[in-house]
Nanobody
Framework: QVQLVESGGGLVQPGGSLRLSCAAS????????MGWYRQVPGTQRELIAR???????DYADSVKGRFTISRDNAENTVYLQMNSLKPEDTAVYYC???????????WGQGTQVTVSS
């Protein structure tokens, strides 16, 4: 069964914007941390943004000031607003959701973001 469904990826010019969405199944309860990772072929998957239950956020230095993570707890959805996109942002972006007790981790299927002129 599909647990996390990502959307919003695509091709955009440098300086442009995209908004990624990740909707978690209603069957997933006690969600704590929600985050976004990205991976370039040949590299490790890397955390770029995360948001806690209370709304506290952390960002990778490379995206600070450009990306904003947010969540809608009622909809079990996490978003990533991506502004001022650069070619080096090109990657597959993965949503991640972590629950409290019992502790579990879920991953989205990945969505391609390509920044190119």
């Amino acid at each position: 069964q599909v647990q996390l469904v990502e959307s919003g990826g695509g091709l955009v010019q440098p300086g442009g914007s995209l908004r990624l969405s990740c909707a978690a199944s209603r069957s997933i309860f006690n969600i704590r941390l929600m985050g976004w990772y990205r991976q370039v072929p040949g590299t490790q998957r890397e955390l770029i943004a995360r948001i806690a239950s209370d709304g506290g956020t952390d960002y990778a230095d490379s995206v600070k000031g450009r990306f904003t993570i947010s969540r809608d707890n009622a909809e079990n959805t996490v978003y990533l607003q991506m502004n001022s996109l650069k070619p080096e942002d090109t990657a597959v972006y993965y949503c991640n959701v972590n629950t409290g007790f019992p502790s579990r981790s879920y991953w989205g299927q990945g969505t391609q973001v390509t920044v190119s002129s």
